[in-house]
Antibody, heavy 117, light 107 residues
Framework: EVQLVESGGGLVQPGGSLRLSCATSGFTFSDYDMHWVRQAAGKGLEWVSRIDTAGDTYYSGSVKGRFTISRENAKNSLYLQMNSLGAEDTAIYYC???????????WGQGTTVTVSS | SYELSQPPSVSVSPGQTARIPCSGDKLGYEYAFWYQQKAGQSPVLVIYEDNRRPSGIPERFSGSSSGNTAILTISGTQPMDEADYYCQAWDGTSQVVFGGGTKLTVL
């Protein structure tokens, strides 16, 4: 069974940092591009970042320069390093697998990040 | 930046057909993808490449695209279809864009 399991969320003060992880199983992780998508409470989905199989990275304008996406194929894991966090980053963060036809065909259950003093 | 526009809400009676539009300048040459998100759950892909249905998605879900508008159609809508629906596309490069989402109410 294909699974994505996020972890690392929590409460962090404004200006702080947090590292999210996404553990994957049930497929050959190194063969797939991966995404982070977030959702603030009561709001819509917002694309955050993407990393392709070559390790090339892409970011939304709202996080570029503050967040860093990475992957460790040997551990079948995806990461999101988040720095200079603000209240606007408070959200559920989902990792998602990009299929060969460029949709997001598998999603994790999400991990909650709260930025507050 | 590129945007996809969806109506905030759509209402439909059980058994009727629901249509949820998504408009964006690049939908004429970029595929639309659709996700269903029920309350408290993660999104689920229901349509890919404008009109293709993943395995396990009921046949009552279909998609179409013409010009700059993609449409998700749910035929014979059931109470279990009540959810938020999001369209998604690529901006022509390597950026992903989601529509604002449409809350489907079945009443």
């Amino acid at each position: 069974e294909v699974q994505l399991v996020e972890s690392g969320g929590g409460l962090v003060q404004p200006g702080g940092s947090l590292r999210l992880s996404c553990a994957t199983s049930g497929f050959t992780f190194s063969d797939y591009d991966m995404h982070w998508v977030r959702q603030a409470a009561g709001k819509g989905l917002e694309w955050v970042s993407r990393i392709d199989t070559a390790g090339d990275t892409y970011y939304s304008g709202s996080v570029k320069g503050r967040f860093t996406i990475s992957r460790e194929n040997a551990k079948n894991s995806l990461y999101l390093q988040m720095n200079s966090l603000g209240a606007e980053d408070t959200a559920i963060y989902y990792c998602a697998r990009e299929s060969t036809v460029r949709d997001m065909d598998v999603w994790g259950q999400g991990t909650t990040v709260t930025v507050s003093s | 930046s590129y945007e996809l526009s969806q109506p905030p809400s759509v209402s439909v009676s059980p058994g009727q057909t629901a249509r949820i539009p998504c408009s964006g300048d690049k939908l004429g040459y970029e595929y639309a993808f659709w996700y269903q998100q029920k309350a408290g759950q993660s999104p689920v892909l229901v349509i890919y490449e404008d009109n293709r249905r993943p395995s396990g998605i009921p046949e009552r879900f279909s998609g179409s695209s013409s010009g700059n508008t993609a449409i998700l159609t749910i035929s014979g809508t059931q109470p279990m279809d009540e959810a938020d629906y999001y369209c998604q596309a690529w901006d022509g490069t390597s950026q992903v864009v989601f529509g604002g989402g449409t809350k489907l109410t079945v009443l």
